[in-house]
């Protein structure tokens, strides 16, 4: 099986969206938010069968691991309320996506964060999410502020409530950013590589790891800048007295394969252990063209595995096997969602 473990409902219905726009007019005009539209399983088909389902068959893939469209999370907009309901929505439909098509997709949770808001209101909606959705893990947002950097870092005890509730429920995070509301910073070619990043070296120089030994994390976009400069990683922790870099995070942080050409890849897999690594696309997401150098997607990273000098029992712990390992309901989820097929 070949489980891509990051993907986004980027093709989600119009009115989805529409509602969004409505709902913080709303909240800015000091209104209550319109009622939420009607969404048909149709529609919801639509989107998946011309959409990432298609994609799958095409580049031979089975399974992904299915969350709300990243950028559209966007923490920063509205107040505690509106990401509640804006979370809930979103869930709600990654929920239907993986009813409509259980051996597809399976669901992890956006959280109804907000800057300098308690993470603690996000409690709720994962219990939510993980008992009654059966979703397997969860996005954190490092910064809600939306490239402002307003919270406290992720070593900070503010984010302790959301690290005990993985623990308990077995659940890991892919440290997602959202979009950037800074013009400094453009949300995929910038923010989201810079939360990769920022959200490593926060870890690393924090006791989150150590507080909780079995946590659980997913550097996504092939680690940001890390991998590319894990010796400088080393020499800071070496220099801050905190240990060897890979005896200090790769029991508990993974780092997802969506690197957008082969080298990349290559040194993905050279630099982090093979049991580190989690096959991902992001597909359909921030790229979307053809690379002329090779006639295929950027984004179809599968091509780039299939050639990387790996044995093939090395492979299968990057296209199946850590994944199940990463996520602890991944594989209950897979069948007990294939029964239902
Ligand atoms: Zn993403």
Known sequence: MIID???HY???????EGWRTQQIEAHAAGKAAPPRPTITDDEIRQTIDGGQLKVQKERGTDLTIFSPRAAGMGHHLGDATTSEAWASACNELIHRVCSLFPKNFIGVAMLPQSARVSPRNCLAEIERCVNHYGFVGINLNPDPSGGHWQDPPLGDRYWYPIYEKMVDYDIPAMIHVSMS???THHTTGSHYLNGDTAGFNQ???SSVLKDFPTIKFIIPHGGGAVPYHWG????????AKL???SELMLHNVFFDTCVYHLSGQELLAKVIPVDNILFASE???????VDPETGHHYDDTKRYIDQLPLSAADKAKIFEGNARRVYGRLSSTIERQAATA
């Open 5 to 7: 473990c990051h993907g």
């Open 10 to 16: 980027t093709t989600s219905p119009r009115q989805h």
């Open 181 to 183: 509301c800074n013009p």
């Open 203 to 205: 870890l690393m120089t």
């Open 232 to 239: 400088r990683y080393r020499g800071l922790a070496q220099d």
């Open 243 to 245: 240990g060897l870099l």
């Open 283 to 289: 597909m359909i997401g921030a790229v979307r063209g």
